[in-house]
C-alpha cells in the first residue's frame, strides 16, 4: 500500500478506535484542516484539540475509503462517512478529501467535500424542479434564490 494511503488510513482510523494514534506525526506543524461544512482548524495543535473535543461529543461510526487518486503533491480520497453525535440518530454522507503532502511526508492541507446519501432526481415528476427541504436551503445560500 502507498505510504500516504497509510497516512490516511490511519487518521481515519483514529477516529474509529477513538484515539490519537500519533496526530503530530501525520499533519505538519502549520497545518490547516477544512471541514466540508466551513469549520477550519489551522496548526497541529488545534487540529489535536479538535479530535478530543469532538469525541467527547460524538462517535464516529464508519469512515470507510473508496478509492484512493494521487497527483504530484496531493491526494484526493472518497469515502463513506456515519456518526452519531450525543443522542441523536446516526447520520452520515459520501465525501472527498484532498490532501495536500508537505515535503516532509506530512499532510500539509486537507480539505472535505460532502455528497447526501440521499439522492434524487428533482425532475422526476416533471420539468420544474422539486427540491426538498434541505436543499431548498442550499439552494438560497449558495445560489441566491428559491425553486
Known amino acids: 500500500m502507498n505510504e500516504r494511503e497509510e497516512i490516511v488510513r490511519r487518521w481515519f482510523s483514529m477516529w474509529l478506535e477513538r484515539e490519537d494514534l500519533g496526530i503530530r506525526e501525520i499533519f505538519?506543524?502549520?497545518?490547516?484542516?477544512?471541514?466540508?461544512?466551513?469549520?477550519?482548524?489551522?496548526?497541529?495543535?488545534?487540529?489535536?484539540?479538535?479530535?478530543?473535543?469532538?469525541?467527547?461529543?460524538?462517535?464516529?461510526?464508519?469512515?470507510?475509503?473508496r478509492r484512493f487518486f494521487h497527483a504530484g503533491d496531493q491526494t484526493a480520497v472518497t469515502w463513506s462517512f456515519r456518526c452519531r453525535m450525543g443522542d441523536d440518530p446516526p447520520a452520515g454522507f459520501e465525501g472527498v478529501s484532498v490532501v495536500r503532502w508537505a515535503e516532509d511526508g506530512r499532510i500539509a492541507g486537507l480539505t472535505e467535500y460532502c455528497c447526501e446519501p440521499e439522492q434524487y432526481d428533482p425532475y422526476a415528476n416533471g420539468p420544474e424542479p422539486v427540491f426538498d427541504t434541505k436543499e431548498k436551503e442550499l439552494y438560497r445560500k449558495f445560489a441566491g434564490g428559491e425553486k
Open 28 to 65: 505538519a506543524e502549520d497545518a490547516v484542516y477544512t471541514e466540508s461544512w466551513g469549520p477550519a482548524y489551522h496548526g497541529v495543535e488545534k487540529i489535536a484539540h479538535w479530535f478530543r473535543e469532538w469525541l467527547s461529543r460524538g462517535r464516529v461510526l464508519v469512515w470507510d475509503v
